[in-house]
């Protein structure tokens, strides 16, 4: 199979609270970036338990889906890799209680979409804003459409 060809499939989040939206800042191989909660869909997790789960361990927030927003590709430039990432828009953010991060998030921060623009070199791709903007401009979908089902 020379031509085989194994995408990464990747979850990621939209939090909004009071203007502004949650992202974090963590430690890559291009150095430190800016990026939404995100991350890897573990074996035997659906989209939206691995949303979930990578919003917990990158920022400390236990979050409640409200929708899906969009599926999109990317392929870094770096590696050739394309990844396909699920995004979902939540609600009800908990702060949990000594919650411990990833060892390569600095931190979770609150940035509006201007605050994000002003830091455009630290994005981690072109989808963080991509994601986001299409959120602002059309909201989420029902969050069924970001269900996959056996």
Request: negative net charge; proline residues 5%.
């Amino acid at each position: 199979m020379d031509n085989y060809w194994a995408p990464h499939i990747t979850v990621a989040v939209i939090l909004e609270q009071d203007g502004k939206y949650l992202f974090v800042r963590e430690n890559t191989d291009q150095g430190i970036r800016i990026n939404q909660p995100a991350g890897h869909v573990e074996a035997g997790e659906s989209l939206a338990q691995a949303a979930c789960r990578e919003t917990l361990e990158e920022t400390g927030y236990k979050v409640t889906l409200a929708g899906f927003v969009s599926l999109s590709s990317y392929t870094a430039p770096s590696n050739g890799t394309t990844y396909f990432r699920a995004t979902f828009s939540a609600k009800d953010a908990k702060q949990v209680p000594g919650a411990r991060l990833d060892p390569d998030i600095i931190e979770p921060i609150w940035l509006s979409r201007e605050e994000l623009e002003q830091q455009k070199a630290a994005w981690r791709s072109p989808l963080v804003a991509d994601v986001l903007d299409q959120y602002i401009k059309h909201g989420a979908q029902s969050l069924e459409l970001g269900t996959l089902h056996r």
